[in-house]
C-alpha cells in the first residue's frame, strides 16, 4: 500500500516537524511496515519500573511480527516518531513527562517541554509521519451524562480527520458505549469487528454493542484501507476494534459492581472534566487487586500483534 495518504511528507525539516527515528526512517524509505505506539501508557499508565518492562515488551512484538515500532513522543520541544533506547527510558523513568492531547502539541513544542503522547497527538504525529497502522489499548469517547457535562474526549474529533488505521480494544468501559459508537458514525469514522460482531469493552471481551462489519484477517483489514485510499474523500480513521481474550478479560461481574462505586465516588467528590477518568481507571486497579491492569495490558499486547500483523499485509500489498 502507499504511505498514509493524510501526511504531508515524513522528511520534512521544519523545526517543528516530527523527528523520526533512523530505524522509522530507513523502514519508511524501503516500504517495510511500521507501527505506531503511543507513550501515555508508560508515562502515566503503568507503575515503575514496570512501565520500561513494559514499553521494551510491547516494541519487541511488533518485531516478532515483522514490523518497526515507532513510539511516540515529545522531548524538549521536538516531536519523535521512534524512540532510541535512551529516550524511551527517558520517557518512562522521568516524574515530570507531561500528558500530552493533540492540542498541546504546539505549545509543547513552541515552550521546549517533554510530554507522553495520547491517542489523539500519537494519531496525528504518526500519520504526519507517513504512518498508517497506529495500536494502542482503548480509545476516548462520549463520557456518561454527556447531556449534563458535554464531556467527550478529543480522540473523537481527530480520528474524524486523520486517515489511519488504530487498532484497540474498543473504547475504555467507564465511557458511554453507545454514544460513542454513535458519535464515530456521526463522524464518519468506520468500525471494524476483528473476529467478531460485538464491539469491545476495554476489559471485557463485548460491551454488548453490535458492530456492522466484522473482519477476520489481516488482510480483510486491508482491503478495507486499500478501498478507501482508493475511493478517495475526506480523512477519517478506521477503527479495528480488537476484544482482549475471554480468558484474559476482568470478570464481568466484578467490573459492573466496581464501576457504579467508582461513578458514585466521582459525583461524591464532585469530580469533573479532565480528571474524571484517570479517578475512574485509578479506582478499578485499586478496588479489582490490580486485575482490571492485567487485563488492560492483555488488551494492549493482543493490539500490537494484530496492528503489526495488519502492517505487515499492508506492506505486502
Known amino acids: 500500500m502507499h504511505r498514509n495518504p493524510s501526511a504531508s511528507t515524513s522528511q ?10 533512523t ?17 501515555t501508557i508508560i508515562a502515566h499508565g503503568l507503575p515503575r519500573p514496570r512501565n520500561l518492562q513494559v514499553a521494551k515488551e510491547l516494541e519487541e512484538l511488533v518485531r516478532k511480527e515483522g514490523a518497526v515500532p515507532a513510539t511516540v513522543a515529545v522531548l524538549d520541544g521536538r516531536a519523535h516518531v521512534g524512540l532510541t533506547d535512551d529516550r524511551l527510558e527517558r520517557v518512562a523513568g522521568d516524574p515530570a513527562m507531561r500528558k500530552l492531547g493533540h ?20 494519531a496525528f504525529l504518526a500519520a504526519r509521519a507517513g504512518l498508517n497502522v497506529f495500536a494502542t489499548g482503548g480509545l476516548g469517547g462520549v463520557h456518561r451524562e454527556w447531556t449534563e457535562t458535554q464531556d467527550e474526549s478529543a480522540d473523537l474529533r481527530l480520528l474524524a480527520r486523520t486517515g489511519i488505521t488504530v487498532v484497540c480494544a474498543g473504547v475504555k468501559s467507564i465511557l458511554d458505549v453507545p ?11 468506520g468500525v ?29 483489514v486491508v482491503d478495507v484501507m486499500r478501498a478507501r485510499e482508493e475511493l478517495g474523500g475526506p480523512a477519517a480513521a478506521l477503527i479495528v476494534a480488537n476484544p482482549v481474550p475471554e480468558e484474559e478479560q476482568l470478570d464481568p461481574e466484578v467490573h459492573d459492581r466496581v464501576l ?16 474524571v477518568t484517570p479517578f475512574l481507571l485509578e479506582y478499578l486497579m485499586r478496588e479489582t487487586g490490580g486485575a482490571s491492569l492485567e487485563a488492560n495490558l492483555a488488551a494492549v499486547r493482543g493490539n500490537v500483534q494484530l496492528a503489526a500483523r495488519i502492517a505487515a499485509a499492508a506492506a505486502a500489498r
Open 12 to 21: 520534512e525539516t521544519g523545526r517543528h516537524a516530527p523527528v523520526l527515528s
Open 23 to 39: 530505524e522509522v526512517r530507513d523502514a519508511l524509505a524501503d516500504r517495510r511496515p511500521v507501527v505506531a505506539l503511543e507513550s
Open 103 to 122: 492540542r498541546d502539541l504546539a505549545p509543547a513544542l513552541a515552550q521546549g517541554a517533554s510530554g507522553a503522547t495520547t491517542v489523539s497527538a500519537t
Open 179 to 189: 454514544a460513542t459508537l454513535q458519535r464515530l458514525e456521526t463522524l464518519g469514522v
Open 192 to 220: 471494524l469487528g476483528y473476529g467478531t460482531e460485538y464491539f469491545p469493552g476495554f476489559y471485557l471481551s463485548s460491551s454488548g454493542e453490535p458492530v456492522d462489519w466484522t473482519v477476520r484477517t489481516p488482510r480483510e
Open 260 to 275: 457504579a462505586q467508582a461513578l458514585d465516588a466521582c459525583r461524591e467528590r464532585g469530580i469533573v472534566g479532565q480528571a
